[in-house]
Each structure stands twice: as structure tokens, then as C-alpha cells.
């Protein structure tokens, strides 16, 4: 026998109140004068005798009723089936099942899908239920933040939550449904409490637990923690895409983007001749193939291909079918600018002309021109925190010094993470530029003009480049010469010789910088050497100038567009809070629509963050794919779109073993023999649970003695009034 409620055992002490109240309160026989003494020594004893006799009877039932009081509050209970021999009551059950339905539950084995399996046990777990029961269902990879968690009674529903369950991208949570679970249990009062996992045991799955939730004992001593392994041990055939990046970072019109694929075998056998597909918006725009890859390797797959058109631009790689399918697709998403606004300050518009020339031509059928141009003086560079949000780049020629506020203006916008591109022009002076620019800036020294354009023969060409850079990113074909990568070489007569820099994209065959990427705080400066004219060099009309001032353009644009054009990714199962982009007309507090994969859809509220940009946060983000985001349901094109991919570890199979789940829950009980381990596809799970439980209560025949008990003292005391004292 148990008691579940032993605290009130100490009300036994109350017990003794009718011996004290006996013992005090004996009362003396009185005294009467008769003429008889014999015939009253005979009349006192029988007397007497009946007095105490029912004395005693009263005492042992006041005992007796005080006690059973006690008994029945501290709930006494008996396991198994022995109670039922006592017609007691049926202890009640409170059953939470932490279903494990995430995406490694898809696998398969001889006895079907783990998830399948794992629905059929949670079935076998509803049909221990009896009436009174409470059943509460927990999908491990779906939790969801203040939920409140429905407790089911009835049969039909219980096991309709159980058909209706589907698997998540997101991981098992295991860790916080263990809490969910212990705070579910300090709500009920039913006397078994019992927690049940179904699970593949991956062994990502403790990784959660934390010495806290051993150290505070999340399960009492009543509580049953079972554990029901699902799935047996088979050789798995495997890939998985952990990753896709972009390579290009520079998204200019008419080039195609690259992407590196990473894929790793997470099977236990070698795959031969896998193909990887990539898609833009869901049309096939390239494949490519990996050979062979052994089991627990991995590869980077290099794929490329040419959008069709700017703007949103959801990308997927994807494997074929194998074991496991959700770990074969990977996403992200990119914006494309469809025209990038390029302000070019300087003080004489001709100086200008071949640069603006070049941005202006369109390379596409549909004559789109990629680039916007607008003139500016030189003077007009202290405009720039007004320009800031309408300019994507900057590009200035320099032919004098510049004065202060316009210095501080440019180092302003560069710092704050924009690019501009600085072209020095004939004539500059290195004392004034340095002592300008150069210092706001902190530009590399300007130490002298080289060469002589009258010469005509001496002149200088393109060394080298450094094409690891990602300005040079799909620029020049893979196999190009890294040193003159099939360019025409223009002739440098002359140049302004720049103190060494640390990062030069391009060396002229001197061995002095010809282009260099300045990092100045969050932004980065291209500095050239020579002026965008013919003054110094025969460059404008060398093949190699038109696509090497369009790459500045871009290569400066994109930094402007970093936070909005960066490939965005999250985690299924992580809360997203993304950032909208700028200029899409929505105001903080609207909801906006949110629709995934699925059929996912949920509105949100839009927030405004602290430096005042518009965020929206999206609590769930159950199943990998892309999710789009709407200003209204009529909206038929996205505000903007965010790529959530599944955890790459969740195809790591490693399981832990029996033995290392009972250690690490066992730590969350305050009793030690609280852990069971459930066989899932044995016919008698039902009974192995039966057979666990306290089964059944006392407290109701306690409490029937009790009220007997209180009937007789009242029948016996009511009586002894009657008799003479």
C-alpha cells in the first residue's frame, strides 16, 4: 500500500484527543443515602459496569472515525490488480505522450515508416486509458510557445489527435517537452502520472537537457516516465544537402550567379552518379552530377545559371529521391535589383562621359538598362546623407582638393557600409589629395605621377589579378589565366603610384596597383590609379572597360543592398524575425499574410526594432521550404520571401542506446525506479502500462468506516443519555 498524499498522516495525532478527553473526564459516581446499603452496593455495581462498557465503545469508535478521516485525506492506494479484490475506486490517470515527429521519423524500416509505428504505440498507450482518464499529446517538433496543451477524455478524439498528427521539418525539441510535460503534471490531480516518449532516439535529441532540469527534478516520485524506442537498425542509403551558398556576391544584369552545393553521404553505403538539380522560382535552370561519394563524405558541387529577369528570387537545390526527403533540398533567396541608381560627382561632365556611357548600355533583349545615372558637382558630395537612400552607388573623379564637409560627407556614407569608387583625373596634386581625401578617408598615400604619356612607346598593361576576389566573381571564365585571364591589355602611359596596398584587385605590369580595395569602417572604397579617359591610357576603348566599370557599379551596389540582397536563411523550428525591406509602404502594427510550404498560413504583426527598422516575427516555421509574405490576401506579388531550411544534423541517425536514455531521464526523477522501457511493437504494451499503475484507491472505503463509525457513536451516546447518571 502507497499513500499519495503522506503529509496527512500527521492528522493521526488527533486520534488520541478522545483517549485524552477520556482520561479527563471520568465522572465520579454520586453519592445517595439509602436504607438498604446492600441493595445499593448491588445496583452501583451494575451500574458502573454498563457506564464503562459503553465508555470504551464510544472512545474506540471516536478513535476509530478520526483515524479513518486521516486515512481516507492521505489517499492510500495498491498497485497492480490486487485493489480491484477490494471494490475500490479506479486510481485516475493523467498520460503525456511526447511524440516525437520530426523529420528522421520518416525512415523506414521492415515494419513500415517510424512514424507510422510511432502513431500505432500512441494507440496502444490510449486503449490503457479508462474513464476519468486524461490524455494529453505533445508533437515534439511542433511545440509551440504559451500553448495550452487540450487534455483529452473521450476515445474517438484521442485517437483522431493521434491519426492527425504529420511530420515537421523542425527538430525534436525533446528537452522542452520534458518541461511542457512536468508543468502539465503540476496541474493535475490524479494519482498516475505518467510521461511516455516515442521517439527513433536520435541522440541530438538530449542535447537540450541541462544540469538545471536534473538539479530541480522535473518529475515527482508518483510520476512514470516510459520510454518507447521505434525503429530497428538497417542499412541506410543517403545523401544530404547541408548547405547552399552563394558564391556571387555581385548581382549584375546578364551574369549568371554560382552557387556552391555542399552534399554529404549520411547513409551507411557508397552513392554513385547522384545528380543535383538548381532552380530558380521553381523552374530547372541547371543540373550537375557527382560521381561518387563514399559513405560519411563529403563534396562542394559548383552550379551556375542566368536568372531570367530581376527582382525576388527564390533558389533550391535538390537531390533525388532517396532514404530520408526532406534532407534533399536546401533553399534561399536573393533580391535582384532591376536598376541600380549610380551617382558619379564631378566637376567636368565630359570627364564622365565613357563611364556613363558604358553604365547606360543595355545587354538584354528587352532593353532594360540595369543602370540609372545622375551628374553631380563635386561640391554637391555634402548632399549625400539625402541621396543616401536614393543612390545604390557612388563613383567620384577627382581633378583638386576637396573641402572638408564634402571629405566628411563621402567618409560618412563609405563608414556607414556603402562602396564608392574613386577616379583621380589628370592634374590632381598628391599633396592636396592626401591631405583632403586621403586623410579623411585613409586612403593609401599618393606618392607621384609615373610615366609620360609623350613618350608613346614606354607604357605599362595589366599584370595580374587577383580573379579569388569576389568583384571578379563569373566575370572571366573559370579557366582563365589567372594572371591576364583572355583580356586585351590597355596601354598605361601614365599612372598615379599609390603607397602598397593590402588588397590590389589589379597590378599593372610594373608591379604598382592599378585597382584596390579600400575597407573603410563598414564600407570599402575602389581606388584606380588611372582616370576613366583617354589622358592617360587608351583604356575607353579596350573590350576590357566596359566590363570593368559595370562591375564597379554592381560590385558598389551591392553593398547598398547587402542587408535586403543577401541570400536568407533560417532553421525550421526557429521563431524568424526578418527585417522588411525598405520602400515597401507597410506601417508597424498592420498584419501581413504569411504563406509556406504545405499550406502553411498565419498573419503576423509588423514591429518596429529599435534603430527603426520594420521587422515581422513568425513563431512557426514547421516545415522547410519558402515562406512569402503578402501585404493582404489579394496580393498576388510578395512584399518579400524567406528561405527556412531543416537542421543539418537532423540526418545524423546515431542513436543512443537503452541504457544512455534511462541514464539521462532517469536524472529528471526524484525516484529511481520511476524509468520504463517500452517495447513499441509488442502486442502487450497495453497491459506492460496497466501493470505499472497504482490500481486503485482506498480513500472511499476509509471513508465508509468513517461514516459508520460517526452513525454508531450517535446512536450509542443518545442511548446513554436516556439512563440515569
Known amino acids: ?53 459503553r465508555q470504551i465503545l464510544l ?22 490488480y490486487l485493489g480491484g479484490f477490494f471494490g475500490s475506486s479506479h486510481a485516475n490517470t493523467t498520460a503525456i505522450v511526447l511524440f516525437d515527429n520530426s523529420a528522421s521519423m520518416t525512415r523506414a524500416d521492415a515494419s513500415g515508416t517510424y512514424f507510422k509505428q510511432a502513431q500505432d504505440a500512441a494507440m496502444k498507450i490510449a486503449d490503457a486509458l479508462e474513464g476519468g482518464d486524461e490524455f494529453v499529446l505533445i508533437p515534439l517538433a511542433h511545440l509551440e510557445r504559451g500553448k495550452v496543451y487540450r487534455r483529452l477524455h473521450d476515445p474517438a478524439e484521442i485517437r483522431k489527435a493521434i491519426t492527425e498528427l504529420s511530420v515537421s521539418d523542425a527538430p525534436a525539441k525533446l528537452a522542452d517537452g520534458l518541461r511542457i510535460a512536468s508543468s502539465e503534471l503540476a496541474k493535475t490531480a490524479n494519482v498516475n502520472r505518467e510521461v511516455y516518449l516515442i521517439s527513433d532516439n536520435q541522440a541530438r535529441n538530449l542535447t537540450g537537457i541541462t544540469s538545471a532540469d536534473s538539479a530541480m527534478k522535473l518529475f515527482d516520485e508518483r510520476t512514470n516516465v516510459f520510454s518507447a524506442k521505434i525503429g530497428a537498425s538497417t542499412s541506410l542509403r543517403n545523401l544530404t544537402i547541408d548547405s547552399i551558398v552563394s558564391v556571387s556576391t ?33 523552374e530547372r535552370v541547371a543540373q550537375r552530377s557527382v560521381a561518387a561519394l563514399a559513405s560519411g563524405h563529403s563534396e562542394k558541387c559548383t552550379i551556375n545559371a542566368l536568372p531570367k529577369s530581376a ?102 556614407y563609405v563608414a556607414s557600409g556603402r562602396g564608392a569608387a574613386i577616379f583621380p583625373l589628370a592634374g590632381l596634386d598628391p599633396a592636396q589629395f592626401n591631405s583632403s581625401i586621403g586623410s579623411a578617408l585613409s586612403l593609401p598615400q599618393l606618392q607621384s605621377l609615373e610615366g609620360s604619356l609623350a613618350s608613346g612607346e614606354k607604357y605599362s598593361g595589366f599584370g595580374a589579378f587577383d580573379l579569388a576576389h569576389p568583384f571578379f566573381t563569373g566575370m ?29 584587385l589589379i597590378k599593372l605590369t610594373s ?21 576613366p579617359t583617354f589622358s592617360f591610357s587608351d583604356l575607353p576603348r579596350k573590350p576590357i572597360f566596359l566590363p570593368l566599370v559595370r562591375r564597379t557599379a554592381a560590385y558598389l551596389a551591392s553593398m547598398k543592398n547587402n542587408e535586403e540582397s543577401a541570400p536568407r536563411s533560417y532553421t525550421c523550428g526557429d521563431p524568424i524575425d526578418h527585417t522588411l525591406p525598405l520602400g515597401s509602404g507597410i506601417q508597424a502594427g498592420e498584419r501581413l499574410l504569411v504563406r509556406g510550404p504545405n499550406g502553411f498560413a498565419e498573419r503576423d504583426e509588423v514591429n518596429t526594432s529599435s534603430n527603426g527598422a520594420l521587422h515581422i516575427a513568425i513563431e512557426q516555421t514547421p516545415y522547410a521550404g519558402i515562406y512569402s509574405i503578402y501585404k493582404d490576401a489579394e496580393s498576388s506579388v510578395p512584399l518579400t520571401t524567406i528561405a527556412v531550411n531543416p537542421p543539418s544534423d537532423e540526418s545524423n541517425m546515431q542513436t543512443v542506446s537503452e541504457s544512455e536514455m534511462k541514464a539521462a531521464l532517469e536524472k529528471l526523477s526524484a525516484s529511481k525506479t520511476a524509468y520504463h522501457s517500452l517495447d513499441a511493437t509488442s502486442k502487450s504494451l497495453t497491459e506492460q502500462i496497466r501493470r505499472s499503475r497504482f490500481g486503485v484507491e482506498l480513500w472511499q472505503i476509509f471513508l465508509a468506516i468513517a461514516v459508520m463509525c460517526a452513525v454508531a457513536e450517535m446512536l450509542i451516546a443518545r442511548e446513554g443519555k436516556h439512563e440515569p447518571g
Open 1 to 53: 500500500m502507497t499513500f499519495l498524499n503522506p503529509y496527512a498522516l500527521f492528522a493521526l495525532i488527533a486520534a488520541s484527543f478522545p483517549v485524552l478527553f477520556h482520561l479527563f473526564a471520568q465522572r465520579r459516581a454520586r453519592r445517595i443515602e439509602f436504607s438498604s446499603i446492600r441493595f445499593l452496593k448491588q445496583l452501583e455495581k451494575s451500574s458502573m459496569r454498563k457506564v464503562k462498557l
Open 59 to 80: 472512545l474506540i469508535l471516536r478513535t476509530l472515525l478520526i483515524a479513518c478521516l486521516v486515512l481516507a485525506f492521505a489517499r492510500p492506494a495498491l498497485r497492480g
Open 250 to 282: 555581385v548581382f549584375e544584369s546578364g551574369r549568371p550567379l554560382e552557387f556552391d552545393v555542399f552534399i554529404r553521404n549520411s547513409g551507411d553505403v557508397q552513392i554513385d552518379n547522384a545528380i543535383v538539380s538548381l532552380f530558380y522560382n521553381d
Open 311 to 412: 527582382g525576388i528570387l527564390n533558389v533550391k537545390a535538390e537531390l533525388e529521391d532517396d532514404a530520408l526527403a526532406f534532407d534533399n533540398a536546401r533553399y534561399l533567396t536573393l533580391e535582384l535589383p532591376a536598376t541600380s541608381r549610380v551617382a558619379i560627382f564631378t566637376n567636368t561632365n565630359a570627364d564622365a562621359d565613357f563611364i556613363r556611357l558604358a553604365l547606360e548600355q543595355s545587354l538584354s533583349d528587352a532593353s532594360i538598362k540595369p543602370y540609372s545615372i545622375e551628374l553631380h558637382r563635386t561640391e554637391e558630395l555634402r548632399m549625400l546623407p539625402s541621396l543616401r537612400e536614393r543612390v545604390n552607388a557612388v563613383m567620384v573623379e577627382l581633378g583638386g582638393a576637396l573641402e572638408p564637409e564634402d571629405a566628411k560627407a563621402l567618409h560618412d
Open 476 to 504: 572571366f571564365d573559370q579557366n582563365s589565366n589567372p594572371n591576364t585571364p583572355g583580356i586585351e591589355s590597355p596601354k598605361i602611359f601614365e599612372y598615379y603610384k599609390f603607397a602598397a596596398t593590402s588588397l590590389p
Open 511 to 531: 608591379g604598382a596597383a592599378y585597382l584596390s580595395d579600400i575597407t573603410a569602417g563598414k564600407g570599402h572604397i575602389l581606388l584606380y590609379s588611372v582616370p
